[in-house]
């Protein structure tokens, strides 16, 4: 197996900060995401003709990087993304539509934001100010300007509402008393939150109106390029018809015991993607089984190459130190579902095909699980070629983590790498697995 090799030089690709400025990817970037330099380069690195149609997969879509930059570079992209707020995000995001219209229309929307509307989340718990508590997500001015609005948007015409209502839930959450800050939401430090009132909500509206406007000017889109269908990637060995690419970047949970699902439950209700807990349960537990918030189905396969195996020896014989029980089985679960979904890819990929994961080491109990190299060994289980496993930067383990007993240890290092993998030329690309769960 190839070592890890550090990158010392090159500018870092996998985090989102280049999202927060580039067209269209800033109309909603997210912390989780990546560079789209990333996808940039790795498509230059297939070396294709340009007469040749290259078709991108992206299992994980997150907010859209990958479809968004490939349909830029006039690539085809199939993404697929099980949270249903992230999936409207990468949808909306490749759609095209005349500004100057939408410019027109905004008014209609503007005339919803001044009404106000009672919002039905304000009897939710946490969401909106009342019954005695002491924080809340939005204060009641805040959810009644944002229905007000989502209500206006009912007037406007179908092909113009994606836009106005991603403006409108970031603009809600420019506006809400917390952030998103790892695996959950922190309230902000401020001594009042009285600043997030309906004009704060209609500006924010506005200024986010004027980016899609702009954007959609300069970066005009072939909607019918590419897609991104809201769907467990788990579910991808299933799905018909079963096109083959020759390019796949992507980024799966990291093991680190984050429900990303919660973390986005605000826009989730605010968009009336779900109406309560249960529905919103429903989605973690199609969600790749990264953490222990859900109770999913225990997994059945326990072989996934020696490095695992070393590894979750030691982790069990530390078991009285983990911050929960159920972190070797969470373990083991997740790498059943990564080795699942390679052996999708593998049945799914042409001769030659690039396919990079962005992933990042975790540690229980004080031991680092290297979760780069041993998905580079599943990877060559099921038929891809390891080519690299690159290290992009160095990162601090929580102590949550790692919860060892003796404070006088040092915190375990952990690593964001790229793993680097390709599909063997002149295969017919489809290796023998059986499936599991």
């Known amino acids: 197996m190839t070592v890890t090799r550090e990158l010392t030089k090159e500018p870092t690709v996998t985090n989102a900060a280049d999202n927060a400025t580039l ?4 109309w909603y970037p997210i912390k989780e995401g990546f560079s789209p ?28 990087t990958a479809p968004v930059e490939c349909t830029r570079l006039g690539i085809a992209c199939l993404a697929f993304e099980v949270n249903p707020f992230l999936a409207f995000i990468g949808r909306t995001k490749l759609r095209q539509a005349d500004p100057k219209t939408l410019r027109a229309q905004r008014e209609t929307v503007l005339k919803g934001l001044r009404r106000k509307n009672v919002s039905r989340l304000e009897s939710i718990s946490t969401f909106c100010e009342g019954n005695g508590r002491k924080k809340w997500l939005f204060n009641r001015s805040v959810l009644r300007t944002f229905a007000g609005g989502w209500n206006g948007i009912k007037n406007c015409p179908p092909t113009l509402r994606a836009f106005y209502r991603l403006a409108l839930l970031r603009a809600a959450m420019d506006n809400c008393n917390a952030y998103p800050d790892g695996k959950c939401l922190r309230y902000k430090r401020l001594k009042s ?48 018809p079963k096109q083959r690419f020759d390019l796949c970047v992507t980024s799966p949970p990291y093991l680190n015991s984050f429900d990303y699902s919660d973390v986005y439950r605000p826009e989730m209700f605010l968009a009336g993607l779900v109406t309560d807990n249960k529905q919103l349960m429903r989605i973690r537990l199609r969600t790749v089984r990264s953490h222990v918030q859900a109770n999913w189905k225990a997994p059945i396969k326990a072989s996934f190459g020696t490095i695992y195996a070393k590894i979750l020896k030691d982790i069990l014989n530390r078991k009285d130190e983990l911050w929960s029980a159920r972190i070797p089985q969470m373990i083991q679960a997740y790498f059943e579902d990564m080795e699942e979904l390679l052996a999708a890819l593998t049945e799914r990929a042409n001769p030659s095909a690039l396919l990079k994961i962005v992933v990042a080491t975790s540690a229980y109990g004080g031991v680092v699980v290297p979760v780069d190299l041993i998905l580079a060994e599943i990877a060559e289980q099921v038929g891809w070629e390891l080519h690299d496993v690159q290290v992009v930067r160095r990162l601090r383990s929580s102590a949550q983590l790692w919860k060892h007993e003796d404070r006088d240890k040092k915190v375990p290092e952990l690593r964001e790498s790229v793993v680097i993998l390709k599909f063997p030329n002149g295969s017919s690309g489809a290796v023998p697995h059986k499936r599991f769960g």
Not at 23 to 26: D, E, I, K, L, P
Not at 226 to 235: G, I, N, Q, T, Y
């Open 23 to 26: 067209a269209r990817h800033r």
């Open 37 to 64: 330099r990333l996808v940039t380069d790795s498509y230059l690195e297939l070396g294709t003709d340009s007469k040749k149609r290259v078709l991108a997969i992206e299992p994980f879509s997150g907010s859209g």
């Open 193 to 240: 939150f009285d600043c997030f009132d309906s004009g704060s909500v209609i500006a924010q509206f506005e200024h986010y109106c004027d980016l899609i406007e702009e954007d959609l000017d300069s970066t005009r889109f072939d909607s019918s390029l590419s897609s991104v269908e809201c769907m467990d990637s788990r579910e991808l060995a299933d799905r018909v």
